[in-house]
């Protein structure tokens, strides 16, 4: 099912693009949000990053998002890109991140990232897109007024 048949109603919003890069699904929407779904036992590396940052990059240097990650099970973010994500060059195209999780390594890997890695931008951990999506809506609200 494509990114914009799957949630083009829960995001209320129009499907800009999306594609397929090394595996994660990008799907940009009209009201700012992004979201990554990231498959299960996949593992985020640096290269996959770049590749995706080239993906968003072609829709505008100077466009920033609200970052949703759907996490599958057992899928993860390589340490060295968990460290990078958390500094302001890692959030290039980054307003918020909203990350759904799906088990409990996945909420202790995110502890540790919120309270180790301390991210610039706002960070939470949901374990439903419904919630994840409120939250990066009222992001959004923030940095619009």
Not at 116 to 129: E, G, Q
């Amino acid at each position: 099912m494509s990114p914009k048949s799957q949630n083009t109603d829960i995001f209320q919003s129009e499907l800009v693009d999306s594609a397929t890069i090394d595996g994660l699904v990008l799907a940009i929407y009209e009201n700012g949000l992004l979201l990554v779904k990231v498959p299960k036992y996949f593992s985020i590396t640096m290269e996959v990053f770049t590749n995706c940052q080239k993906y968003i990059r072609k829709h505008g240097e100077d466009k920033r998002y609200h970052f949703i990650f759907e996490f599958a099970s057992f899928s993860e973010v390589d340490p060295e890109l968990r460290k990078r994500r958390a500094t302001a060059d890692g959030t290039e195209f980054s307003l918020s991140d909203a990350l759904v999780i799906s088990n409990l390594p996945q909420k202790m890997m995110g502890d540790f990232y919120l309270k180790f890695n301390k991210p610039v931008r706002p960070t939470k951990f949901f374990y439903s897109l419904d919630k994840a999506l409120e939250w990066s809506l009222k992001q959004k609200e923030k940095t619009e007024s």
